[in-house]
T-cell receptor, first 112, second 113 residues
Framework: KAGVTQTPRYLIKTRGQQVTLSCSPI?????VSWYQQTPGQGLQFLFE???????NKGNFPGRFSGRQFSNSRSEMNVSTLELGDSALYLC???????????FGPGTRLLVL | AQRVTQPEKLLSVFKGAPVELKCNYS??????LFWYVQYSRQRLQLLLR??SRESIKGFTADLNKGETSFHLKKPFAQEEDSAMYYC???????????????FGKGTKLSVKP
């Protein structure tokens, strides 16, 4: 099976802009989670989706949002970008929420 | 509060030496514990989970509920073990659990020849 794919792999944006990141889970996986990775804070949970419903949300401001489609693909959106949003955004998929998560390569976002 | 602590940012050992990567957690219920590894320029991948009790690439980890620890061990380190290692926790019971993982800050293991 193909692994988790994320697009784009790299992004450069300026403060105030918005960005949309995409994640395609492993075929048959219905749960998708998003994480933010930064040198200072490490890996932090953003959201978890299962069957098109947000099941859980991390401690991030409302500028961070996401959704999941009927084919289990997921997108996350960050509005009004800030310099501190520069990070590697990781997507992980699993067959069900409580099963092993498999990670994508990440999207590296740089906010200038 | 749920928390995972990896006290060492960097651990440097020589090839053939034993390795122990420490992980302590804080969780009031019955957590599920994992070790993930990230080799250079590769994606994060599962190394092992406590419920499977497997030994992967010679690594083992035992959940010690009394000490709230899940240390990762290998008797003889190899150069190819050099990587970033993350301990992670997931809370709750199957079916009702929150799926998200809570990660430690990671330990960089460097195995010297």
């Amino acid at each position: 099976k193909a692994g988790v794919t994320q697009t784009p792999r790299y992004l450069i944006k300026t403060r105030g802009q918005q960005v949309t990141l995409s994640c395609s889970p492993i075929s048959g996986h219905r749960s998708v989670s998003w994480y933010q990775q930064t040198p200072g804070q490490g890996l932090q949970f953003l959201f978890e989706y299962f069957s098109e419903t947000q099941r859980n949300k991390g401690n991030f401001p409302g500028r961070f949002s996401g959704r999941q489609f009927s084919n289990s693909r997921s997108e996350m959106n960050v509005s009004t970008l800030e310099l501190g949003d520069s990070a590697l955004y990781l997507c992980a998929s699993s067959p069900l929420p409580w099963e092993t998560q498999y990670f994508g390569p990440g999207t590296r976002l740089l906010v200038l | 509060a749920q928390r995972v602590t990896q006290p060492e940012k960097l651990l440097s050992v020589f090839k053939g030496a034993p390795v122990e990567l420490k992980c302590n957690y804080s969780y009031s219920g019955s957590p599920e514990l994992f070790w993930y590894v990230q080799y250079s320029r590769q994606r994060l991948q599962l190394l092992l989970r406590h419920i499977s009790r497997e030994s992967i690439k010679g690594f083992t980890a035992d959940l010690n509920k009394g000490e709230t620890s899940f240390h990762l061990k290998k008797p003889f380190a190899q150069e190819e073990d050099s990587a970033m290692y993350y301990c992670a926790l997931r809370g709750g019971n199957y079916g009702g659990s929150q799926g998200n993982l809570i990660f430690g800050k990671g330990t960089k293991l460097s195995v010297k020849p």
